[in-house]
Antibody, heavy 120, light 108 residues
Framework: EVQLVESGGGLVQPGGSLRLSCAAS????????MIWVRQAPGKGLEWVSY????????YYTDSVKGRFTVSRDNAKNSLYLQMNSLRAEDTAVYYC?????????????WGQGTLVTVSS | EIVLTQSPATLSLSPGERATLSCRAS??????LAWYQHRPGQAPRLLIY???NRATGIPARFSGNGSGTDFTLTISSLEPEDFAVYYC??????????FGQGTKLEIK
């Protein structure tokens, strides 16, 4: 069974840092690109970041460029999101998701999310 | 950036009824559109990809249609577990991937 489990969320002050993790199981993690998506309270889904299986290509949404860093450890079947200089508007549930190979480039497995709250 | 606009924002129907959800793109996305179901507290689930293909394990009552800028998700006969929020998403011109704002399907 494909499983994605996020962790690392919590309460942090504005300007602070947090590192999210996503543990993958039930599939060959190293074959798939991965993404982070977030959902602010009462809002819809927003794509945050993308990383290819080999880490050769990385993308971010404009609002987090220069503050967030996505990474992965294929040996540990894990995806990470280092979040620095956090702002109130980063408050959201953060989901990791698997990017399909075939069919190409859809999100076919998701975790249940981890809540990040940025507040003083 | 391609903007996806979903309508209606909320749809109130009864089990057994037919649901039709719409998604309009600000420019053509060809058929590079997906639909996701999101129940509160759960992981989002891929329903439809490439506008009209059902994902693995998705019941036949879910169908997608459209191309270019106008798309629909139809649920032919609503089951109790279908009441959720539905999002469309495009990958035609990425990054960024973009999602619609969602349609909440609620029990009437």
């Amino acid at each position: 069974e494909v499983q994605l489990v996020e962790s690392g969320g919590g309460l942090v002050q504005p300007g602070g840092s947090l590192r999210l993790s996503c543990a993958a199981s039930g599939f060959t993690f190293s074959y798939h690109a991965m993404i982070w998506v977030r959902q602010a309270p009462g809002k819809g889904l927003e794509w945050v970041s993308y990383i290819t299986s080999s880490r050769s290509t990385i993308y971010y949404t404009d609002s987090v460029k220069g503050r967030f860093t996505v990474s992965r450890d294929n040996a540990k079947n894990s995806l990470y999101l280092q979040m620095n200089s956090l702002r109130a508007e980063d408050t959201a549930v953060y989901y990791c998701a698997r990017v399909t190979v075939t069919p190409y480039n859809w999100f076919d497995a998701w975790g249940q999310g981890t809540l990040v709250t940025v507040s003083s | 950036e391609i903007v996806l606009t979903q309508s209606p924002a909320t749809l109130s129907l009864s089990p057994g009824e037919r649901a039709t959800l719409s998604c309009r793109a600000s420019q053509s996305v060809s058929n590079y559109l997906a639909w996701y179901q999101h129940r509160p507290g759960q992981a989002p689930r891929l329903l439809i990809y490439d506008a009209s293909n059902r994902a693995t394990g998705i019941p036949a009552r879910f169908s997608g249609n459209g191309s270019g800028t106008d798309f629909t998700l139809t649920i032919s006969s609503l089951e109790p577990e279908d009441f959720a929020v539905y999002y469309c998403q495009q990958r035609s011109n990425w990054p960024p991937y973009t999602f619609g704002q969602g349609t909440k399907l609620e029990i009437k």
